[in-house]
């Protein structure tokens, strides 16, 4: 077994945690994606502060919103409303933090395949 070094704090910036459900793995903060824009590929989301999100396309006008919560690195997007497609709510993702964005990929029981291989980067 390893220990951690004494005088260490645990937290450290730039690096992926690895997913687990063990205790002292570090949970992304949803406050560094909140109000802003990120795009991938033909879709762009907004995590609002509110706990409302938006979805738009960026090929046309189909947009989403709906609410969210957020609870140990997974969200649940829950009440959308608009053009969802194919797409079934509730829908539960992990959110795994990247160098520029996020990826949400699938969570216990998540329902997230409409996000899988997205990678959401912050838009310009």
Do not use: H, W
């Not at 969210?68 to 997007?77: P, R, V, W």
């Not at 194919?86 to 395949?113: D, I, K, Y």
């Amino acid at each position: 077994s390893t220990t951690a070094m004494p005088g260490s704090t645990g937290t450290t910036t730039g690096t992926t945690p690895p997913v687990g459900s063990g205790g002292g793995i570090p949970v992304p903060s949803l406050a560094n994606y909140q109000g802003q824009q990120f795009s991938s590929g033909q879709v762009s989301m907004m995590l609002k502060p509110d706990n409302t999100f938006e979805l738009k396309s960026n090929t046309g006008t189909d947009t989403v919103q709906g609410s969210y919560t957020f609870t140990d690195g997974t969200i649940t997007f829950t009440n959308a409303k608009g053009d969802i497609g194919g797409a079934t709510f509730p829908m539960r993702c992990r959110l795994m933090p990247t160098s520029n964005g996020f990826q949400l990929v699938e969570a216990s029981g998540g329902n997230c395949t409409y996000f899988r291989d997205l990678n959401f980067r912050k838009a310009a």
